[in-house]
């Protein structure tokens, strides 16, 4: 079978804290997934997949929205966080059932931006996510991050990680042409890992997430962390839920393929 040396594929890695994951070795042997003719990667969706930030979008986008003197309500907004920024903004018109300019979008995007980072100063982790990210890289199980966020709002919640998104693979909104549910972000990671996204896991905590994995030929990994439900997740196409990152680590050895014998 053909390898895959590290010069082809780039390997997760966390931020340089005294504490960093043990590098996965070159040349690893026969179990190791570089010597798979498509290795599986483990793409993961950024806001209440590895970070409890969801309800701080959800709080940003609420009072944006009643700045401009437009009422939604915050139950409506949850339900929309984590698909992309045109659909969201053609969801929020339609709600609301009046049209909003470029210029007013412009505005509550900039707004709610503004005061997500405001909010997210100081936001944690999600259990167990720094520990998940550290034994996939030490297992040499390739994985990246990909959020519908631009870097301007994930910066703050990859700090928090400890993930140095010069070091790491971080596909964010600009990056791309669509956002999900379209699958654009993790066939981007996919690629820049040096694998596909067939075959590979699309772990998240939404039903976009699940939704954009189908449509790439992933198997969807579903989190309660971000406030959906096991049968939600289920029904949009998650073959596994799992409550958060911790509890994803504890069964990690049903997931991951043998990297030794």
């Known amino acids: 079978m053909r390898g895959y040396g590290l010069n082809r594929v780039r390997v997760g890695s966390l931020s340089s804290k ?39 979008h959800v709080r940003a986008w609420h009072v944006a929205l009643r700045e401009q003197g437009l009422e939604l309500s915050v139950w409506r907004i949850h339900r929309k966080i984590g ?17 909003i300019d470029e210029d007013g979008l412009k505005r509550l995007r900039d707004r709610h931006a503004d005061l997500f980072r405001e909010l997210s100063k100081d936001v944690p982790p999600l259990p167990g996510a720094v520990d998940l990210l550290k034994e996939l890289t030490k297992q040499g199980l390739p994985w990246a991050i990909a959020t519908s966020g631009r870097m301007r709002t994930a910066e703050m919640n990859l700090k928090s990680l400890e993930v140095d998104p010069q070091k790491a693979t971080v596909i964010t909104r600009d990056m791309v ?24 896991y699309v772990i998240g905590d939404s039903i976009w997430d699940m939704y954009a994995a189908k449509r ?5 990994i579903g989190f309660l962390s971000g406030g959906y439900g096991k049968d939600e997740l289920e029904r949009a196409g998650a073959m596994r839920v799992f409550d958060d990152p911790a509890d994803m680590l504890v069964h990690l050895d049903e997931l991951a393929p043998r990297t030794r014998e």
């Open 177 to 200: 042409r669509y956002a999900k549910p379209d699958p654009d972000l993790f066939v981007e990671a996919a690629k820049q890992l040096g694998t596909a996204t067939q075959g590979s």
């Open 216 to 220: 790439c030929g992933a198997l969807g």
């Open 18 to 56: 005294g504490n960093d994951p043990i590098s996965p070795e070159p040349g690893g042997g026969a179990g190791d997934w570089r010597n798979m003719s498509s290795p599986v990667a483990f793409l993961f969706d950024l806001d209440g997949t590895l970070v409890d930030s969801v309800y701080n």
């Open 83 to 99: 698909m992309s920024g045109g659909l969201f903004t053609a969801q929020l018109q339609r709600e609301l059932r009046r049209s």
